[in-house]
T-cell receptor
Framework: QITLRESGPTQVNPTQTLTLTCRFS??????????VAWIRQPPGQAPEWLAV???????RYSPTLKNRLTITKDTTSDTVVLTMTDMDPVDSGTYYC?????????????????????WSPGTRVTVSS | DIQMTQSPSSLPANVGESVTITCRAS??????LAWYQQRPGEAPKRLIY???SLQSGVPSRFRGGGSGTVFTLAILGLQPEDFATYYC?????????FGGGTNVE
């Protein structure tokens, strides 16, 4: 059974860096095509994909946030860490991590993202002084 | 980015009624689309993957359809637990993008 749980601060000050940790079980980030993604959801709004890291250390970032995001993995502790710099009140919301596959399109010979099957419960982050 | 336009944003309905939600992609995404249900205070839950495949454990009253740029989620005979917000997600191209949501109320 796949489970994920995120941890981190519930409140950060503007301009500070947010660091969130996702601990998972039921799968390994050393397995081919496996990844962990981060998604956030501002209050009352749709979810927004942030970043993903795969078993081979392939990383993808949201184009609008890529300058502020870093995603890393630790396969010995089964954790994925997301850092987001220069936090602003508009970054407030619930942050989730999810299990996701990397898919392969045989017609184009390229990889593309999978959907998000199992989600963490979510952690609410408020950016305010 | 691929834009996902979901309609309607709000859908009044009663128990027992059947409803349909539509998602339109700004470009062809084949069948790389999933549907999610989200209840207040909970994480989104995947209902449908690959546009029309039912997630294990999800009731068969949920039906997904479509391909290319137009997709639908039908709920046949609403149950009390189905009153929630529904989102579509395209995962054909980075970045994956969600529709704006439909609140079935």
């Amino acid at each position: 059974q796949i489970t994920l749980r995120e941890s981190g601060p519930t409140q950060v000050n503007p301009t500070q860096t947010l660091t969130l940790t996702c601990r998972f079980s039921g799968f390994s980030l050393t397995t081919d095509a496996v990844g962990v993604a981060w998604i956030r959801q501002p209050p009352g709004q749709a979810p927004e994909w942030l970043a993903v890291i795969f078993w081979d250390d392939d990383k993808r970032y949201s184009p609008t946030l890529k300058n502020r995001l870093t995603i890393t993995k630790d396969t010995t502790s089964d954790t994925v860490v997301l850092t987001m710099t220069d936090m602003d009140p508009v970054d407030s919301g619930t942050y989730y991590c999810t299990h996701t596959p990397r898919l392969y399109a045989s017609d184009t010979g390229s990889h593309y993202p999978g959907s998000f099957g199992v989600w963490s419960p979510g952690t609410r982050v408020t950016v305010s002084s | 980015d691929i834009q996902m336009t979901q309609s309607p944003s709000s859908l009044p309905a009663n128990v027992g009624e059947s409803v349909t939600i539509t998602c339109r992609a700004s470009q062809d995404i084949r069948n790389d689309l999933a549907w999610y249900q989200q209840r207040p205070g909970e994480a989104p839950k995947r209902l449908i993957y690959s546009a029309s495949s039912l997630q294990s454990g999800v009731p068969s009253r949920f039906r997904g359809g479509g391909s290319g740029t137009v997709f639908t989620l039908a709920i046949l005979g609403l149950q009390p637990e189905d009153f929630a917000t529904y989102y579509c997600l395209q995962h054909n191209t980075y970045p994956p993008t969600f529709g704006g949501g439909t609140n079935v109320e």
